[in-house]
């Protein structure tokens, strides 16, 4: 009798201590409710949150817990915990961890922690090189004689760490936690792991990670990290819009006449899709009809003012391998019933999925992301993924196009200064401009040496004439820019301006710049136009200004090509010079 009651009293605290024993989700979980009461599906290489955790190996604390406040020297570290979510079911997701260590910790090539000098000031105090030497915690014992201490190499649910190269620097351990499971690994101070997406569930999942240094007796629990990721049928993607002579694209306001293009950016960091096929298909909204195309890259220009609404659907038919073929049960046969459909091809795999067909779905204007593996010709299978963009832009006038058309030197009287005036006639298409920039730089159109904007009012025709002041004989590029609120766009031409200040036979000359010019200065000039305006007065006739024809020779050429490369208008002639507005 006496030993069924020890027997009963043996087998009750075991019991006890079976349950009080923490698991994986206990601690994982950090205040917030565990996912035992979810069925989750199997991870490729992680493990059920079920599994004991060995506490007094690896303590854990609660939020709050005043432990936390000395578990690191000179300070607390932090660990960043980033993704590459938004996931495609199906492709892998990435997490990194980076810990952020206290002021003037580092760590060496060795993994050990030490104090940085560089960022050593006067109320420092290093009174050691080292915050942790585990080199020299471990330096007395190979990897056999390690491994039979139990405290510096296992897991906390008692596997054995994996016997890297480099086991000596690896001095961290990092247990992530996600969908009722978990991964651990040991690391330096950064760690990055993958999840393949296929048995996580839709939606917004929640990753947690925690972080161990290692100890002379037991591991340390240093910092903790959570974040949320997603996992999508909808293919992750997003549209670059841009254009020429577009003064901001992100307004999605552009301009009528004018090609726009589309860019498409399909987010799949895991190259997942790298062996599908792409269809991109198109509506502008402007009843021009779908525009299917296999490119990321799509252009279309719009003839209509307006708002429109864009849509694009994109589909990737993705080779998966093939289910084992299912056979079909026989159905009961009973006079004038029919066995067609208890048969299958040798071209086709019958699956528990109903509906199965060949062909992609017909209804495109809404479709959904199917899991519904199909036949290809080839012998393999593969399932359709979908992914959606909508958006509303607005299609207004805008300036397309500036050329100069004339220029012409200005004679000085001497009263007026040495400085040789040169007027700039400039016309334009499309809309009126607002304001008018002109950026004079060297010959080789990278150093600037005088910018001059103003508002201009124009409300008629688009001809006007700037004038342009030069202090001196040389070589110039000149940079003409005509803007509105939407819209800029740009004219250039190499000047040369001979003769002494104050001569009459001064003359100005214009040449083409060349395209590589162009190119390396339409950076340049971006910038600078976003830079406060100055001033510069209207231009007037003074009865003291007589324009000096004779002996003068201008040859210019307008440069469009470089800019706008759509645009296969012939420079104009040089024409007479028309009145200054």
Known sequence: MKGLCLLGVLLLAEGILHTAAKQ????????????????????????????????????????????????????????RLTSDSPALVGSNVTFAVNLQ??????????????????????????????VYNWTEWIDDCGWEICTSNNTHNVFPDGRPFPHHPGWRRRNFVYLFHTAGQYYQKTGGSSA?????????????????????????????????????????????LYVNLSQKNDRNASDSVFIKDSPI????????????????????????????????SNSPISTH???????????????????????????????????GATTQNSTSTANKTELTTPAITTKPPSNLDSPTSTGVMEDTPDGGCHIYRYGHYKTTISIVEGILQVNVIQMTSVQMTVAQGENSLVDFVVTCQGSLPTDACTIVSDPTCQVSQNVVCDPVEVTDQCLLTIRRAF?????YCVNITLGDDTSQALASALISVNGAPGSSSRT?????????????????????????YKEYKPIERSAEQVENRE????????????????????????????GIV
Not at 261 to 267: E, L, P, Q
Not at 311 to 333: F, G, H, K, M, R
Not at 571 to 578: A, G, I, M, Q, S
């Open 24 to 79: 994986f989700r206990d601690v994982m979980s950090h205040g917030r409710s565990s996912s035992h009461v979810r069925s989750h599906k199997k991870l490729h290489g992680w493990s059920p949150d079920q599994n004991q955790w060995n506490e007094k190996l690896y303590p854990f604390w609660e939020k709050g817990d005043p432990r936390w406040n000395d578990c690191w020297r000179g300070g607390k570290v932090v660990a």
């Open 101 to 130: 260590f206290p002021r003037c910790q580092k760590e060496d090539n060795d993994s050990n922690i030490v104090y940085d000098r560089i960022c050593r000031n006067d109320s420092s105090d290093f009174s050691n090189e080292y």
């Open 192 to 236: 990055i792991v993958s999840i393949n997406t296929t048995n996580i569930t839709l939606g917004k999942q929640m990753m947690v990670v925690s972080v161990y240094r290692r100890g002379h007796r037991t591991y340390v629990p240093v910092a903790t990290a959570s974040g949320i990721y997603v996992v999508t049928d909808q293919i992750p």
């Open 261 to 292: 293009t589309f860019d498409v950016k399909i987010h799949d960091p895991s190259h997942y899709l790298n062996n599908s096929a792409i269809s991109y298909e198109w509506d502008y909204g402007d009843g021009s009809g779908s525009f299917i």
């Open 301 to 335: 220009t719009y003839t209509l003012q307006g708002n429109f609404s864009l849509n694009l659907t994109v589909q990737a038919t993705i080779p998966v391998p093939c289910e084992p073929a299912t056979p079909t049960p026989p159905l009961p046969t009973s006079p």
């Open 471 to 475: 202090n001196e004989p040389g070589t």
């Open 508 to 532: 100005v000359e214009g040449v083409l710049i060349t395209s590589g010019f162009l190119v390396a200065f339409l950076i340049f000039v971006t910038l600078l136009l976003h830079k406060r």
């Open 551 to 578: 002996g003068l020779n201008v040859y210019f050429n307008n440069v469009k090509a470089v800019l706008f490369p759509g645009n296969n208008e012939r420079d104009p002639l040089l024409k007479t010079k028309p």
